[in-house]
Protein backbone atom coordinates (compact mmCIF):
# COMPACT_ATOMS: atom_id res chain seq x y z
CA UNK A 1 0.00 0.00 0.00
CA UNK A 2 2.79 2.15 0.95
CA UNK A 3 4.43 1.45 -2.11
CA UNK A 4 1.78 2.60 -4.41
CA UNK A 5 1.07 5.73 -2.56
CA UNK A 6 4.64 6.72 -3.12
CA UNK A 7 4.41 6.32 -6.95
CA UNK A 8 1.40 8.35 -7.34
CA UNK A 9 3.32 11.47 -5.36
CA UNK A 10 6.48 10.50 -6.66
CA UNK A 11 5.13 10.49 -10.17
CA UNK A 12 3.37 13.83 -9.75
CA UNK A 13 6.33 15.47 -8.39
CA UNK A 14 8.81 14.87 -11.08
CA UNK A 15 5.85 16.07 -13.30
CA UNK A 16 5.08 19.12 -11.95
CA UNK A 17 9.25 19.59 -11.98
CA UNK A 18 9.20 19.33 -15.86
CA UNK A 19 6.16 21.32 -16.46
CA UNK A 20 5.33 24.90 -15.19
CA UNK A 21 2.30 26.03 -17.13
CA UNK A 22 0.16 25.08 -14.07
CA UNK A 23 0.10 25.68 -10.73
CA UNK A 24 -2.05 23.13 -9.24
CA UNK A 25 -3.20 19.42 -9.09
CA UNK A 26 -6.67 18.08 -8.10
CA UNK A 27 -6.80 15.59 -5.69
CA UNK A 28 -9.27 13.07 -5.04
CA UNK A 29 -9.00 11.10 -1.82
CA UNK A 30 -11.78 8.23 -1.24
CA UNK A 31 -12.65 5.95 1.48
CA UNK A 32 -15.06 3.67 1.40
CA UNK A 33 -16.27 0.54 4.21
CA UNK A 34 -18.26 -1.78 2.68
CA UNK A 35 -20.40 -4.86 4.33
CA UNK A 36 -23.06 -7.39 3.36
CA UNK A 37 -24.79 -10.33 4.07
CA UNK A 38 -23.54 -12.55 1.36
CA UNK A 39 -19.80 -13.21 -1.02
CA UNK A 40 -21.61 -11.90 -3.78
CA UNK A 41 -22.35 -8.02 -3.64
CA UNK A 42 -25.01 -6.28 -5.07
CA UNK A 43 -24.82 -5.40 -8.93
CA UNK A 44 -25.11 -1.82 -8.92
CA UNK A 45 -22.32 -1.40 -5.84
CA UNK A 46 -19.90 -2.20 -8.18
CA UNK A 47 -20.97 -2.65 -11.57
CA UNK A 48 -19.80 0.05 -13.82
CA UNK A 49 -17.39 2.36 -12.04
CA UNK A 50 -14.53 1.02 -13.86
CA UNK A 51 -13.70 -2.05 -11.49
CA UNK A 52 -12.47 -0.35 -8.44
CA UNK A 53 -15.21 -2.28 -5.88
CA UNK A 54 -14.86 -5.35 -5.13
CA UNK A 55 -17.72 -7.70 -6.37
CA UNK A 56 -16.95 -10.94 -4.33
CA UNK A 57 -15.88 -9.77 -0.72
CA UNK A 58 -19.04 -9.74 1.55
CA UNK A 59 -16.80 -6.96 3.45
CA UNK A 60 -14.40 -4.57 1.80
CA UNK A 61 -12.36 -0.97 3.23
CA UNK A 62 -10.70 0.44 0.52
CA UNK A 63 -8.83 4.14 -0.43
CA UNK A 64 -8.26 5.55 -3.64
CA UNK A 65 -5.83 7.82 -4.00
CA UNK A 66 -5.75 10.19 -7.55
CA UNK A 67 -4.98 13.06 -8.98
CA UNK A 68 -4.72 14.65 -12.27
CA UNK A 69 -2.41 17.60 -13.57
CA UNK A 70 -2.84 19.97 -16.35
CA UNK A 71 0.74 20.01 -18.23
CA UNK A 72 -0.66 22.43 -21.15
CA UNK A 73 -3.50 24.36 -21.52
CA UNK A 74 -3.72 26.16 -25.16
CA UNK A 75 -6.45 26.73 -27.41
CA UNK A 76 -4.81 24.44 -30.42
CA UNK A 77 -3.18 22.06 -27.86
CA UNK A 78 -3.56 20.56 -24.22
CA UNK A 79 -1.91 18.12 -22.31
CA UNK A 80 -2.87 16.56 -18.71
CA UNK A 81 -2.28 13.58 -16.91
CA UNK A 82 -3.32 11.60 -14.25
CA UNK A 83 -2.52 8.65 -11.68
CA UNK A 84 -4.50 6.83 -9.52
CA UNK A 85 -4.32 3.83 -7.49
CA UNK A 86 -6.92 1.18 -4.85
CA UNK A 87 -5.01 0.88 -1.43
CA UNK A 88 -7.15 -2.45 -0.17
CA UNK A 89 -7.00 -3.71 3.53
CA UNK A 90 -6.13 -6.76 1.60
CA UNK A 91 -2.64 -5.14 0.83
CA UNK A 92 -2.29 -8.20 -2.16
CA UNK A 93 -5.84 -6.87 -3.25
CA UNK A 94 -4.07 -3.33 -4.22
CA UNK A 95 -3.67 -2.00 -7.65
CA UNK A 96 -2.72 1.00 -10.00
CA UNK A 97 -6.11 2.17 -11.39
CA UNK A 98 -4.98 4.69 -13.68
CA UNK A 99 -2.25 6.06 -15.09
CA UNK A 100 -1.55 8.26 -18.01
CA UNK A 101 -1.23 11.06 -20.74
CA UNK A 102 -3.47 12.77 -22.70
CA UNK A 103 -4.57 15.77 -24.77
CA UNK A 104 -6.29 17.29 -27.52
CA UNK A 105 -3.93 18.74 -30.60
CA UNK A 106 -5.80 20.93 -32.68
CA UNK A 107 -8.89 19.07 -33.38
CA UNK A 108 -7.69 15.71 -32.33
CA UNK A 109 -7.96 13.93 -29.17
CA UNK A 110 -5.45 11.40 -28.12
CA UNK A 111 -4.24 9.41 -24.93
CA UNK A 112 -2.05 6.92 -23.78
CA UNK A 113 -2.50 4.92 -21.11
CA UNK A 114 -5.02 3.74 -18.46
CA UNK A 115 -7.84 6.22 -18.21
CA UNK A 116 -11.07 5.93 -16.65
CA UNK A 117 -12.75 7.19 -19.95
CA UNK A 118 -15.03 6.07 -22.71
CA UNK A 119 -15.93 8.50 -25.50
CA UNK A 120 -18.99 5.89 -26.28
CA UNK A 121 -20.76 5.58 -22.45
CA UNK A 122 -24.16 7.28 -22.27
CA UNK A 123 -23.98 8.65 -18.87
CA UNK A 124 -23.04 4.71 -17.06
CA UNK A 125 -23.84 6.12 -13.76
CA UNK A 126 -27.53 6.47 -14.89
CA UNK A 127 -27.84 3.89 -17.28
CA UNK A 128 -27.09 0.05 -17.29
CA UNK A 129 -24.40 0.86 -19.60
CA UNK A 130 -22.95 0.63 -22.87
CA UNK A 131 -23.08 -3.21 -24.21
CA UNK A 132 -19.78 -2.87 -25.38
CA UNK A 133 -16.69 -0.51 -24.62
CA UNK A 134 -18.15 0.17 -21.15
CA UNK A 135 -17.29 1.67 -17.81
CA UNK A 136 -17.76 -2.23 -15.64
CA UNK A 137 -14.26 -3.39 -15.87
CA UNK A 138 -10.81 -1.84 -15.19
CA UNK A 139 -9.26 0.76 -17.45
CA UNK A 140 -7.49 -1.42 -20.20
CA UNK A 141 -3.95 -0.22 -21.33
CA UNK A 142 -4.22 1.68 -24.60
CA UNK A 143 -3.36 4.44 -27.18
CA UNK A 144 -6.40 6.31 -28.55
CA UNK A 145 -6.65 8.99 -30.92
CA UNK A 146 -9.80 10.37 -32.31
CA UNK A 147 -12.60 12.93 -32.64
CA UNK A 148 -14.53 12.25 -28.96
CA UNK A 149 -16.84 14.79 -29.51
CA UNK A 150 -19.29 15.77 -32.82
CA UNK A 151 -17.52 18.38 -34.68
CA UNK A 152 -19.29 20.27 -37.15
CA UNK A 153 -18.14 19.84 -40.64
CA UNK A 154 -17.55 23.26 -42.02
CA UNK A 155 -17.69 22.37 -46.06
CA UNK A 156 -21.30 21.58 -45.10
CA UNK A 157 -22.10 24.32 -43.66
CA UNK A 158 -22.46 23.02 -39.89
CA UNK A 159 -25.12 20.45 -41.41
CA UNK A 160 -23.47 17.57 -40.54
CA UNK A 161 -21.48 16.52 -37.64
CA UNK A 162 -18.99 13.69 -37.14
CA UNK A 163 -16.89 12.00 -34.25
CA UNK A 164 -14.80 8.22 -34.50
CA UNK A 165 -12.13 7.24 -32.93
CA UNK A 166 -9.65 4.21 -33.14
CA UNK A 167 -7.60 2.37 -30.25
CA UNK A 168 -4.89 -0.15 -29.72
CA UNK A 169 -5.28 -1.99 -26.01
CA UNK A 170 -3.35 -4.74 -24.70
CA UNK A 171 -4.97 -7.43 -22.00
CA UNK A 172 -2.25 -7.76 -19.54
CA UNK A 173 -4.05 -9.78 -16.91
CA UNK A 174 -4.01 -13.45 -16.45
CA UNK A 175 -6.72 -14.64 -18.75
CA UNK A 176 -6.67 -18.46 -17.81
CA UNK A 177 -4.30 -21.78 -18.59
CA UNK A 178 -6.20 -24.51 -20.00
CA UNK A 179 -5.02 -25.32 -23.61
CA UNK A 180 -7.29 -22.79 -25.94
CA UNK A 181 -6.64 -20.57 -23.59
CA UNK A 182 -4.57 -17.04 -24.73
CA UNK A 183 -2.67 -14.29 -22.77
CA UNK A 184 -1.15 -11.03 -23.62
CA UNK A 185 -4.14 -10.67 -25.97
CA UNK A 186 -4.47 -7.60 -28.00
CA UNK A 187 -7.71 -5.07 -28.20
CA UNK A 188 -8.72 -2.97 -31.26
CA UNK A 189 -11.51 -0.66 -30.99
CA UNK A 190 -12.36 1.94 -33.32
CA UNK A 191 -15.84 4.17 -33.47
CA UNK A 192 -17.60 6.54 -36.30
CA UNK A 193 -20.39 8.74 -35.99
CA UNK A 194 -22.50 10.95 -38.26
CA UNK A 195 -25.04 13.54 -36.85
CA UNK A 196 -27.44 16.01 -38.47
CA UNK A 197 -26.44 19.44 -36.96
CA UNK A 198 -28.46 23.17 -36.83
CA UNK A 199 -31.68 21.54 -36.00
CA UNK A 200 -33.33 20.94 -32.54
CA UNK A 201 -34.06 17.00 -32.89
CA UNK A 202 -30.35 15.57 -34.21
CA UNK A 203 -30.19 12.03 -36.09
CA UNK A 204 -27.22 9.86 -35.66
CA UNK A 205 -25.97 6.65 -36.82
CA UNK A 206 -23.02 5.15 -35.14
CA UNK A 207 -21.40 1.87 -35.43
CA UNK A 208 -18.69 0.29 -32.37
CA UNK A 209 -16.81 -2.20 -33.36
CA UNK A 210 -14.09 -4.30 -30.59
CA UNK A 211 -11.85 -6.77 -31.66
CA UNK A 212 -9.30 -9.52 -29.92
CA UNK A 213 -6.41 -10.76 -31.67
CA UNK A 214 -3.12 -12.01 -31.33
CA UNK A 215 -2.21 -13.58 -27.70
CA UNK A 216 0.06 -16.20 -26.37
CA UNK A 217 -1.20 -20.35 -25.89
CA UNK A 218 0.07 -21.71 -22.31
CA UNK A 219 2.69 -23.59 -24.28
CA UNK A 220 4.07 -20.65 -25.75
CA UNK A 221 2.62 -20.63 -29.13
CA UNK A 222 1.83 -17.74 -30.31
CA UNK A 223 -1.45 -16.36 -32.16
CA UNK A 224 -0.17 -15.06 -36.05
CA UNK A 225 -1.55 -11.46 -36.10
CA UNK A 226 -3.09 -10.29 -39.43
CA UNK A 227 -3.94 -6.39 -38.14
CA UNK A 228 -5.73 -5.53 -41.61
CA UNK A 229 -7.79 -8.62 -41.82
CA UNK A 230 -8.59 -8.08 -37.75
CA UNK A 231 -9.34 -4.40 -38.71
CA UNK A 232 -11.70 -5.46 -41.46
CA UNK A 233 -13.39 -8.51 -40.04
CA UNK A 234 -11.79 -10.44 -42.82
CA UNK A 235 -10.47 -13.86 -43.54
CA UNK A 236 -6.82 -14.44 -42.78
CA UNK A 237 -4.67 -16.97 -45.05
CA UNK A 238 -1.77 -16.23 -42.48
CA UNK A 239 -3.81 -17.05 -39.29
CA UNK A 240 -5.46 -19.97 -40.81
CA UNK A 241 -7.85 -22.42 -39.76
CA UNK A 242 -11.34 -21.40 -39.14
CA UNK A 243 -9.77 -17.56 -38.95
CA UNK A 244 -8.99 -18.11 -43.12
CA UNK A 245 -12.48 -18.32 -43.77
CA UNK A 246 -14.46 -16.49 -41.06
CA UNK A 247 -13.03 -13.41 -39.53
CA UNK A 248 -9.09 -12.89 -38.00
CA UNK A 249 -9.66 -12.91 -34.53
CA UNK A 250 -12.89 -12.48 -31.81
CA UNK A 251 -15.09 -9.44 -32.72
CA UNK A 252 -18.20 -7.72 -31.64
CA UNK A 253 -19.95 -4.76 -32.38
CA UNK A 254 -22.87 -2.33 -31.95
CA UNK A 255 -25.15 -0.37 -34.40
CA UNK A 256 -26.23 2.97 -32.78
CA UNK A 257 -29.11 4.77 -33.82
CA UNK A 258 -31.29 7.36 -32.40
CA UNK A 259 -31.62 11.27 -31.65
CA UNK A 260 -30.97 13.97 -29.63
CA UNK A 261 -34.17 16.29 -29.10
CA UNK A 262 -34.87 19.13 -26.51
CA UNK A 263 -37.84 19.25 -23.67
CA UNK A 264 -38.31 22.66 -22.25
CA UNK A 265 -35.25 22.98 -19.78
CA UNK A 266 -34.06 19.09 -20.54
CA UNK A 267 -31.94 17.67 -22.66
CA UNK A 268 -33.59 14.31 -24.10
CA UNK A 269 -31.43 11.21 -26.31
CA UNK A 270 -33.37 8.42 -27.60
CA UNK A 271 -31.59 5.76 -28.65
CA UNK A 272 -31.80 2.22 -30.60
CA UNK A 273 -28.77 0.05 -30.08
CA UNK A 274 -28.40 -3.82 -32.02
CA UNK A 275 -25.53 -6.23 -30.95
CA UNK A 276 -23.90 -8.32 -33.10
CA UNK A 277 -21.06 -10.51 -32.89
CA UNK A 278 -20.76 -12.27 -36.86
CA UNK A 279 -21.36 -11.13 -40.29
CA UNK A 280 -24.67 -12.18 -40.53
CA UNK A 281 -26.10 -10.33 -37.10
CA UNK A 282 -24.33 -6.79 -38.22
CA UNK A 283 -26.51 -7.03 -41.59
CA UNK A 284 -29.68 -5.39 -40.05
CA UNK A 285 -31.95 -5.83 -43.33
CA UNK A 286 -31.32 -10.62 -42.97
CA UNK A 287 -33.88 -10.53 -40.14
CA UNK A 288 -31.01 -12.64 -37.85
CA UNK A 289 -30.55 -9.80 -35.52
CA UNK A 290 -33.62 -9.34 -33.15
CA UNK A 291 -31.50 -8.26 -30.31
CA UNK A 292 -31.53 -3.99 -29.02
CA UNK A 293 -30.98 -1.97 -26.38
CA UNK A 294 -34.03 0.71 -26.36
CA UNK A 295 -33.46 3.48 -24.18
CA UNK A 296 -34.26 7.07 -23.23
CA UNK A 297 -31.82 9.28 -21.27
CA UNK A 298 -33.38 12.71 -19.87
CA UNK A 299 -30.91 15.10 -18.11
CA UNK A 300 -31.11 18.75 -17.08
CA UNK A 301 -28.68 20.90 -15.02
CA UNK A 302 -29.49 22.63 -11.82
CA UNK A 303 -30.12 21.44 -7.80
CA UNK A 304 -33.36 20.45 -8.74
CA UNK A 305 -35.72 17.89 -7.19
CA UNK A 306 -34.85 15.43 -10.50
CA UNK A 307 -32.16 15.91 -12.52
CA UNK A 308 -32.22 12.35 -14.85
CA UNK A 309 -34.30 9.59 -15.84
CA UNK A 310 -32.93 6.78 -17.86
CA UNK A 311 -35.29 4.24 -18.95
CA UNK A 312 -33.98 0.89 -20.90
CA UNK A 313 -35.57 -1.87 -22.64
CA UNK A 314 -32.68 -4.69 -23.07
CA UNK A 315 -32.67 -7.78 -25.16
CA UNK A 316 -30.14 -9.92 -25.61
CA UNK A 317 -31.89 -13.36 -25.57
CA UNK A 318 -32.20 -13.99 -29.68
CA UNK A 319 -28.89 -13.99 -30.98
CA UNK A 320 -29.53 -14.45 -34.59
CA UNK A 321 -31.10 -17.82 -33.33
CA UNK A 322 -31.03 -21.15 -31.52
CA UNK A 323 -29.59 -22.94 -35.10
CA UNK A 324 -26.57 -23.84 -35.28
CA UNK A 325 -23.68 -21.06 -36.86
CA UNK A 326 -23.16 -23.78 -39.89
CA UNK A 327 -24.34 -26.48 -41.61
CA UNK A 328 -21.90 -29.51 -40.96
CA UNK A 329 -21.21 -33.39 -42.61
CA UNK A 330 -23.45 -35.63 -40.27
CA UNK A 331 -21.03 -37.57 -38.07
CA UNK A 332 -22.05 -41.00 -39.74
CA UNK A 333 -20.94 -39.51 -43.09
CA UNK A 334 -18.80 -42.21 -44.61
CA UNK A 335 -15.96 -39.54 -45.44
CA UNK A 336 -13.18 -37.69 -43.67
CA UNK A 337 -15.82 -34.59 -43.90
CA UNK A 338 -17.43 -36.19 -40.99
CA UNK A 339 -17.79 -32.95 -39.09
CA UNK A 340 -16.73 -30.21 -41.15
CA UNK A 341 -18.80 -27.51 -42.52
CA UNK A 342 -20.92 -27.62 -45.60
CA UNK A 343 -19.23 -25.05 -48.11
CA UNK A 344 -22.16 -24.67 -50.62
CA UNK A 345 -19.17 -23.28 -52.88
CA UNK A 346 -17.72 -26.74 -52.97
CA UNK A 347 -20.96 -28.56 -53.99
CA UNK A 348 -20.13 -26.84 -57.59
CA UNK A 349 -23.72 -26.64 -58.07
CA UNK A 350 -24.10 -30.82 -58.58
CA UNK A 351 -27.17 -30.47 -55.78
CA UNK A 352 -28.32 -33.60 -57.20
CA UNK A 353 -25.57 -35.82 -56.25
CA UNK A 354 -24.38 -34.14 -52.85
CA UNK A 355 -27.98 -34.81 -51.92
CA UNK A 356 -28.01 -38.33 -52.82
CA UNK A 357 -24.47 -38.68 -50.97
CA UNK A 358 -24.74 -36.58 -47.92
CA UNK A 359 -28.42 -36.68 -46.91
CA UNK A 360 -29.99 -39.47 -48.82
CA UNK A 361 -32.48 -37.32 -50.45
CA UNK A 362 -33.58 -37.88 -54.32
CA UNK A 363 -33.88 -35.31 -56.32
CA UNK A 364 -37.51 -33.73 -56.77
CA UNK A 365 -38.87 -32.98 -59.96
CA UNK A 366 -36.73 -30.10 -61.23
CA UNK A 367 -33.74 -31.44 -59.61
CA UNK A 368 -32.18 -29.53 -56.55
CA UNK A 369 -31.83 -26.33 -56.32
CA UNK A 370 -29.31 -24.19 -53.75
CA UNK A 371 -32.29 -23.00 -51.98
CA UNK A 372 -34.21 -26.28 -51.91
CA UNK A 373 -30.71 -27.67 -50.51
CA UNK A 374 -30.38 -24.97 -47.70
CA UNK A 375 -34.20 -25.28 -46.86
CA UNK A 376 -33.40 -29.37 -46.81
CA UNK A 377 -30.59 -29.10 -44.48
CA UNK A 378 -32.34 -26.70 -41.91
CA UNK A 379 -35.02 -29.10 -41.53
CA UNK A 380 -32.49 -32.40 -41.41
CA UNK A 381 -29.70 -30.94 -39.55
CA UNK A 382 -30.66 -27.84 -37.75
CA UNK A 383 -33.89 -28.51 -36.32
CA UNK A 384 -35.71 -26.20 -38.96
CA UNK A 385 -33.92 -23.11 -37.77
CA UNK A 386 -31.93 -20.81 -40.41
CA UNK A 387 -28.18 -21.45 -40.40
CA UNK A 388 -25.88 -18.76 -38.83
CA UNK A 389 -27.57 -18.51 -34.69
CA UNK A 390 -26.27 -18.43 -31.66
CA UNK A 391 -23.83 -15.88 -31.63
CA UNK A 392 -22.85 -16.24 -28.44
CA UNK A 393 -22.10 -12.73 -27.28
CA UNK A 394 -19.28 -11.73 -25.44
CA UNK A 395 -17.43 -15.05 -26.24
CA UNK A 396 -15.56 -16.78 -28.39
CA UNK A 397 -13.71 -20.03 -28.54
CA UNK A 398 -10.64 -18.81 -29.60
CA UNK A 399 -10.38 -16.49 -26.77
CA UNK A 400 -12.21 -18.27 -23.78
CA UNK A 401 -11.66 -15.30 -21.28
CA UNK A 402 -14.11 -13.38 -23.88
CA UNK A 403 -14.55 -9.59 -23.32
CA UNK A 404 -13.35 -9.55 -19.89
CA UNK A 405 -10.64 -7.51 -17.84
CA UNK A 406 -9.06 -8.88 -14.31
CA UNK A 407 -12.13 -11.42 -14.69
CA UNK A 408 -15.27 -8.28 -15.15
CA UNK A 409 -16.99 -7.98 -18.05
CA UNK A 410 -15.41 -4.76 -20.63
CA UNK A 411 -19.65 -4.65 -21.51
CA UNK A 412 -23.01 -4.96 -19.77
CA UNK A 413 -22.76 -6.01 -16.49
CA UNK A 414 -25.95 -7.81 -16.69
CA UNK A 415 -23.79 -10.76 -18.21
CA UNK A 416 -22.37 -13.43 -15.98
CA UNK A 417 -19.61 -14.91 -15.90
CA UNK A 418 -18.39 -18.13 -14.63
CA UNK A 419 -17.22 -17.14 -11.45
CA UNK A 420 -19.61 -15.28 -10.42
CA UNK A 421 -21.84 -18.16 -11.49
CA UNK A 422 -19.86 -20.72 -9.46
CA UNK A 423 -21.67 -18.67 -6.42
CA UNK A 424 -25.04 -18.77 -7.46
CA UNK A 425 -25.12 -22.21 -8.56
CA UNK A 426 -22.09 -24.30 -7.20
CA UNK A 427 -24.05 -27.82 -7.71
CA UNK A 428 -24.06 -26.76 -11.30
CA UNK A 429 -21.02 -28.56 -13.38
CA UNK A 430 -20.87 -26.93 -16.62
CA UNK A 431 -18.68 -27.11 -19.74
CA UNK A 432 -16.26 -24.45 -18.57
CA UNK A 433 -15.95 -23.99 -22.37
CA UNK A 434 -16.17 -19.60 -22.67
CA UNK A 435 -16.36 -17.97 -19.46
CA UNK A 436 -20.16 -15.83 -19.76
CA UNK A 437 -22.27 -18.44 -18.96
CA UNK A 438 -25.32 -15.90 -18.53
CA UNK A 439 -25.49 -13.85 -21.78
CA UNK A 440 -28.72 -14.50 -23.04
CA UNK A 441 -30.66 -11.75 -21.12
CA UNK A 442 -34.32 -9.88 -21.43
CA UNK A 443 -34.79 -6.71 -18.75
CA UNK A 444 -36.16 -3.44 -18.27
CA UNK A 445 -34.41 -1.07 -16.18
CA UNK A 446 -35.08 2.75 -15.32
CA UNK A 447 -32.41 4.99 -13.28
CA UNK A 448 -33.18 8.52 -11.40
CA UNK A 449 -31.05 11.19 -9.94
CA UNK A 450 -31.59 14.40 -8.29
CA UNK A 451 -31.17 16.82 -5.04
CA UNK A 452 -32.57 16.46 -2.23
CA UNK A 453 -31.36 20.06 -0.72
CA UNK A 454 -28.85 22.30 -1.91
CA UNK A 455 -26.36 19.68 0.03
CA UNK A 456 -28.02 16.33 -0.76
CA UNK A 457 -28.30 14.85 -3.56
CA UNK A 458 -28.78 11.26 -4.66
CA UNK A 459 -29.30 8.26 -7.27
CA UNK A 460 -31.67 5.23 -7.25
CA UNK A 461 -31.37 2.65 -10.30
CA UNK A 462 -33.27 -0.21 -10.35
CA UNK A 463 -33.20 -3.29 -13.33
CA UNK A 464 -35.13 -6.37 -13.80
CA UNK A 465 -33.95 -9.43 -15.92
CA UNK A 466 -35.02 -13.00 -17.46
CA UNK A 467 -31.75 -14.79 -17.23
CA UNK A 468 -31.66 -17.44 -19.78
CA UNK A 469 -28.04 -18.63 -19.79
CA UNK A 470 -26.37 -19.34 -23.35
CA UNK A 471 -26.29 -21.27 -26.01
CA UNK A 472 -22.97 -22.78 -25.78
CA UNK A 473 -24.42 -24.15 -22.47
CA UNK A 474 -27.52 -25.29 -23.46
CA UNK A 475 -26.26 -27.60 -25.92
CA UNK A 476 -22.84 -29.57 -25.84
CA UNK A 477 -21.00 -26.47 -28.16
CA UNK A 478 -22.45 -24.17 -30.31
CA UNK A 479 -22.55 -26.46 -33.22
CA UNK A 480 -24.60 -29.52 -31.08
CA UNK A 481 -28.00 -30.15 -30.51
CA UNK A 482 -27.16 -32.38 -28.09
CA UNK A 483 -28.62 -31.03 -24.68
CA UNK A 484 -26.65 -30.47 -21.61
CA UNK A 485 -27.53 -32.77 -18.53
CA UNK A 486 -29.10 -30.29 -15.51
CA UNK A 487 -28.62 -27.54 -17.61
CA UNK A 488 -29.22 -24.40 -14.41
CA UNK A 489 -31.42 -22.55 -16.81
CA UNK A 490 -33.15 -24.82 -18.54
CA UNK A 491 -36.50 -22.62 -17.13
CA UNK A 492 -35.65 -18.79 -17.48
CA UNK A 493 -34.70 -17.50 -13.67
CA UNK A 494 -36.03 -13.97 -13.08
CA UNK A 495 -33.56 -11.41 -11.11
CA UNK A 496 -34.07 -7.88 -9.57
CA UNK A 497 -31.51 -5.17 -9.17
CA UNK A 498 -32.00 -2.31 -6.61
CA UNK A 499 -29.40 0.48 -5.77
CA UNK A 500 -30.11 4.03 -3.53
CA UNK A 501 -27.15 6.50 -3.08
CA UNK A 502 -27.38 9.76 -1.30
CA UNK A 503 -24.34 11.91 -1.16
CA UNK A 504 -23.68 14.86 1.12
CA UNK A 505 -21.52 17.73 0.21
CA UNK A 506 -20.16 19.10 3.96
CA UNK A 507 -21.31 22.73 3.93
CA UNK A 508 -18.85 23.50 6.27
CA UNK A 509 -15.98 21.94 4.57
CA UNK A 510 -15.09 22.51 1.07
CA UNK A 511 -14.57 19.47 -1.77
CA UNK A 512 -15.78 17.22 0.90
CA UNK A 513 -19.00 15.05 0.88
CA UNK A 514 -19.82 11.40 2.46
CA UNK A 515 -21.93 9.09 0.53
CA UNK A 516 -24.22 6.45 1.76
CA UNK A 517 -25.18 3.40 -0.65
CA UNK A 518 -27.22 0.26 -0.26
CA UNK A 519 -27.98 -2.30 -3.12
CA UNK A 520 -30.45 -5.43 -2.50
CA UNK A 521 -30.35 -8.17 -5.30
CA UNK A 522 -33.22 -10.94 -4.97
CA UNK A 523 -34.74 -13.23 -7.24
CA UNK A 524 -34.46 -17.11 -8.76
CA UNK A 525 -30.55 -16.41 -8.81
CA UNK A 526 -29.25 -15.48 -5.75
CA UNK A 527 -30.37 -12.64 -2.24
CA UNK A 528 -27.67 -9.96 -1.52
CA UNK A 529 -27.69 -6.76 0.29
CA UNK A 530 -24.69 -4.89 1.06
CA UNK A 531 -24.45 -1.10 2.41
CA UNK A 532 -21.41 1.21 1.90
CA UNK A 533 -20.08 4.17 3.48
CA UNK A 534 -17.76 6.62 1.98
CA UNK A 535 -15.48 9.77 2.29
CA UNK A 536 -14.66 11.75 -0.54
CA UNK A 537 -12.15 14.83 -0.37
CA UNK A 538 -11.49 16.32 -4.06
CA UNK A 539 -9.16 19.17 -3.34
CA UNK A 540 -7.13 21.43 -5.54
CA UNK A 541 -3.66 22.17 -4.52
CA UNK A 542 -1.93 25.58 -5.58
CA UNK A 543 1.27 26.90 -5.00
Known amino acids: MKKLLFVILTYFY ?96 FSMGMEAYSPTVYNDQLSSGLFITNSNARPVPRINIGINDYLPLGFTNSWVEVRGGISQGWLNDDRGNSSNSANDVLLHEKFAYIRLGKVKVQPYAGLIHSALFGGTRPNGDKIPIDFWATFTAAGSAKIGGGEETNAAGAHMGLWDFGFYFPLNEWKGHFYYQKPFADGSGMKLYNGMNKDHILGVLIQRKGKKALTGISLEWIKTD ?226
Open 14 to 109: CISALFSQSDSITFNLSGYGQVGNDELQPLWLYANEWGKYPQCDQSSLLLYAGAQYSIVNRAQFSLSTGVGGVLNAELNESFLHEFYLKGKAWIFD
Open 318 to 543: WQSGKGIPDPLYPVDYQDKKQGQIIWMRDIEEDYDQFMQEVLGQSPPVGGWTEELVTQQMEAELNEGYAFGGRDDYMNNGMYPSGWTYHGASMGTPLYHTASTVQLYAPDWTFQNRVTFLNNRVNGFHMGLEGWMTETLNYRVKGTFTNNFGSYGEEYRGRSSWVKSENYFYEEKKNQYYLFGEVQWQVPSLKNFSISCSMGCDFGDLYQSVSGRVGVIYKPSVKW
